[in-house]
């Protein structure tokens, strides 16, 4: 089985604080990716990455940036945190689109950070 | 561009009932689709998948979804429900480049 990993399910951090969120895969994906999960809104890409040191920007960028220096660590940086980036935070992997296929493969979830801004 | 949508917020159940979860799309070409469950303080599990053939597709747990072209639907279903299916779910559909775009969920609550 994929095995998705977050490095905390809780977190609290203050105002102006650096915080980073670590995820690690097991299954040697290509695609890693980074969500914010907040009540009704769903789920919202904040940035994806399909390759070692390659990101690409989802929906909601701004104040998250992202690393990705080893295929099977992808990291979330909230530059200066704020409340309002208070939320659940997923990490997921998948495979690349199998030749002959498109988006074939599913993506494989963490179990989320919680992270809280005071 | 690429949407889902989740017309039910939130549904309840009774134990032992049927239970349908709706889920509309809206994309261009031949969607993959997939619908996800997450239970309270997890992650989100893959239940089933589509990406072409027969419309009507087998998922884990005893789900199933239909896939239909026509109403741009894919709508989750299962035949009884049991207190352990309480739980939020998510459909999503995918495009070629991998990214998914999820709905806004639908929580199940189960009733004994």
């Known amino acids: 089985d994929v095995k998705v990993t977050q490095s905390s399910r809780y977190l609290v951090k203050r105002t102006g604080e650096k915080v980073f969120l670590e995820c690690v895969q097991d299954?040697?994906?290509?695609?890693m990716f980074w969500y914010r999960q907040d009540p009704g809104l769903g789920l919202r890409l904040i940035y994806f990455?399909?390759?070692?040191?390659?990101?690409e920007k989802g929906d909601i960028p701004e104040g998250y940036s992202v690393s990705r220096e080893k295929k099977e660590r992808f990291s979330l940086i909230l530059e200066s945190a704020s409340t309002n980036q208070t939320s659940m935070y997923l990490c997921?992997?998948?495979?690349?689109?199998?030749?002959?296929?498109?988006?074939?493969?599913?993506?494989?979830f963490g179990d989320g950070t919680r992270l809280s801004i005071l | 561009a690429q949407s889902v949508t989740q017309p039910d917020i939130h549904i309840t159940v009774s134990e032992g009932a049927s239970l349908e979860l709706r889920c509309n799309y809206s994309?261009?070409?031949?969607?993959?689709l997939f619908w996800y469950v997450q239970s309270p303080g997890q992650g989100l599990q893959l239940l089933l998948k589509?990406?072409?053939?027969?419309?009507l597709v087998q998922g884990i747990k005893g789900f199933e979804a239909e896939f239909k072209r026509s109403q741009s639907s894919f709508n989750l279903r299962k035949p009884s429900v049991h207190w352990s299916d309480a739980a939020e779910y998510f459909c999503?559909?995918?495009?070629?480049?991998?990214?998914?775009?999820f709905g806004t969920g639908t929580s199940l609550t189960v009733i004994p």
């Open positions: 997921a992997s998948s495979l690349l689109p199998g030749q002959g296929s498109y988006s074939n493969q599913p993506q494989h």
């Open positions: 299954m040697d994906h290509e695609n």
């Open positions: 990455s399909y390759d070692v040191k390659m990101k």
């Open positions: 994309y261009g070409a031949t969607p993959y």
């Open positions: 589509y990406f072409s053939g027969d419309t």
């Open positions: 999503a559909v995918a495009d070629t480049g991998n990214q998914f775009y």
